[in-house]
């Protein structure tokens, strides 16, 4: 079945360091990856999206480039700021199905100044 | 817009009690989404409604879990005889359209349930 597997937390930067939370999945088809984010007290909101292979999904600075074969979703961000603070998840959509997201377990980043 | 909203809150219940939890979607949404969030589980997918019918019912843990939808809109999460394995925050999402994989789900503030 599909799954989604990234990197385990908690990530723990300073202030404006490089950030990378690795994502790979497995999926029948052709899914719609997404980074969710989780900040403290509040629901989850999409963080970037995209849709199929090689596509650029962008937001606040954070990127993650759909990578078909090497099926990943890495997100990056140049310079982490102590707002970015929250848990990511990683999740696929299936193109076929009835768009249920399936998630990974969540890295949480923690940015002290 | 608003957004998502879920009620109640957060829920406290003792073990064989039933509780109901509520989701109001986004005005206009076809497709909605019922989550679980637990410790021991991460997220995990419950039930999907397009319109008032439920064609995937897959992730529902047991048939003490139901859930129904009306008029296409407000959707109620039932749970009978409570466990304790029940505590999770359920999160409920709602898109346009629940078909073609690219469609992004808004997510409401979620239930805190705690069975004692």
């Known amino acids: 079945g599909n799954s989604v597997t990234q990197m385990e937390g908690p990530v723990t930067l300073s202030e404006e360091a490089f950030l990378t939370i690795n994502c790979t999945y497995t999926a029948t088809g052709y899914p719609s990856l997404f980074w969710y984010v989780q900040y403290p007290g509040e629901g989850l909101q999409l963080l970037l999206k995209a849709t199929k292979a090689d596509d650029k999904g962008s937001n606040k600075g954070f990127e993650a480039t759909y990578r078909k074969e090497t099926t990943s979703f890495h997100l990056e961000k140049g310079s982490v700021q102590v707002s970015d603070s929250a848990v990511y998840f990683c999740a696929l959509s299936d193109s076929g199905g009835y768009n249920k997201l399936i998630f990974g377990a969540g890295t949480r980043l923690a940015v002290h100044p | 817009g608003a957004g998502v909203s879920q009620s109640p809150s957060n829920k406290v219940t003792e073990k064989g009690k039933d509780v109901e939890l509520r989701c109001d979607p986004i005005s206009g949404h076809t497709a909605l989404y019922w989550y679980r969030q637990s410790l021991g589980q991460g997220l995990e997918f419950l039930i999907y409604?397009?319109?008032?019918?439920?064609?995937?019912k897959s992730g529902l843990p047991s048939d003490r879990f139901s859930a129904e939808r009306t008029g296409g809109s407000v959707s109620t999460l039932t749970i009978q005889r409570t466990q304790q394995e029940d505590s999770a925050v359920y999160l409920c999402?709602?898109?346009?359209?629940?078909?073609?994989?690219?469609?992004?789900?808004?997510f409401g503030p979620g239930t805190r349930l705690l069975v004692l």
């Open positions: 999402a709602s898109s346009r359209i629940g078909t073609g994989g690219v469609e992004t789900q808004y």
């Open positions: 409604f397009q319109g008032n019918s439920a064609p995937d």
